[in-house]
């Protein structure tokens, strides 16, 4: 099984239109930047998206991923699904899982596409190729969104999604020791109403007991990636995690 990240911004991503901190110049000057939210999964030859990010195109070209067997959506903000007819366009017919509420409010933007709709619910394991998926709910007010937990061959992988540290107790449970935590974590510190600063998801992190630690949906509030990671796990684009032969490796794109 292969975890990648597509991509580790926000939702307007960095460098932000128009913005010019630190972080943003350096970006510029420096040719990186963070693309808009999804992570690709893969495992016996399927590819698995999770969320459809508006970076998609650029993503699947330079990754050279030429065909998607399936998506799972954790919630209806548009960085998180504004991509999916990036390439529905060129292959159509994908099945898309999610709840059937997060189906509901995608379906209002996306009403002139016809994928096949696969309604699941929280805590109803679900299997996709040799990969079985768990969907728990988290706490990303005002919409509903979900945290996705991978099983493959006695590996687990968390996915946190977009969310705040208040996560409900069940689904705590759900996330416990996991192989590998990508969790959401806008910025290196402050309040948010809808997402969790670096301490609290390095605290959640601690508290699931998770082995491996990437911190992912990261803000222009982080300095660049080469100040940000003597201090935090921090994710790059294009990232690379494998997993197999009893061990974890690690690969961090050009
Ligand atoms: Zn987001
Ligand atoms: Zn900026
Ligand atoms: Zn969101």
Redesign the pocket.
Known sequence: MIIQLLGTGDSPG???LN???K??EDARRNRWERKRYSILVKSAGKVILIDTSPDLRRQLLDNSIEKVDAVIWTHSHFDHFGGFSEFYRVQGNVDVYTTPQIHESIGKYLHFLSYKRREVNTFEKFTISDLSFTLFPVNHPPVEAVGIRIEWNGYRVVISGDTNIEIPEKSIEEMEKPDLFVVNSIAPSGKFKKHMNAREALYLAERIGAKKVVLSHLG?FFPPPKDASRYYPVGEDYQLFSFGEGKLNEFIGD
């Open positions: 960095t460098p932000v913005c010019h901190c972080t943003c222009h």
